[in-house]
């Protein structure tokens, strides 16, 4: 396996919860490890996420843990993603945008932009920001 770069996101408490949603939006495989299965250091927060690791068919990966206990947690400082990909994928990415979309705060709805490209921006309702682009000017 060569080099790889994906996103890891921290959560406060709710690490669990939104890989599952992510995995209802991407599909893939989930593997979740929790402070509890590496002994009584960490038996407060037990089954809080130590690592959490996404991956799917498409080739994506996403990593989430929850903050664990003592350390600071800072709402919005978790991390952007941005999700693209070409007019052969446009389908598929409209429909990772109409799932993250739910309970989500759309700042830029999913449309033609003046570059040519669909773009989108949201929040989703774990408060993960999401920018969205489907290139070669799909409409």
């Known amino acids: 396996m060569g080099s790889l770069l994906n996103p890891y996101i921290s959560f406060k408490d ?3 919860d939104a890989m599952e949603f992510y995995q209802s ?3 893939g495989e989930l593997t ?3 402070f509890g299965e590496y002994g009584e250091k960490y038996a407060e927060g037990a089954d809080l996420v130590m690592h959490s690791m996404l991956t799917t068919a498409g080739g994506f990966t996403l990593m989430a843990a929850d903050t664990p206990q003592g350390m ?3 709402p919005g400082s978790q991390i952007t993603i941005s999700l693209s990909g070409d007019g052969d994928d446009a389908e598929a ?3 990772y945008w109409e799932a993250l979309a ?3 705060t759309v700042t ?3 449309e033609q932009q003046v570059w040519g490209d669909e773009f989108g921006q949201l929040t989703d309702r ?3 920001g999401w920018l969205v682009n489907i290139g070669g000017g799909a409409a």
């Open 14 to 16: 709710n690490a669990r």
């Open 102 to 104: 739910e309970g989500a």
């Open 25 to 27: 939006v991407f599909g």
């Open 108 to 110: 830029v709805p999913l």
């Open 93 to 95: 990415i409209r429909g």
């Open 32 to 34: 979740v490890n929790t």
């Open 72 to 74: 600071e947690f800072t």
């Open 126 to 128: 774990f408060g993960v």
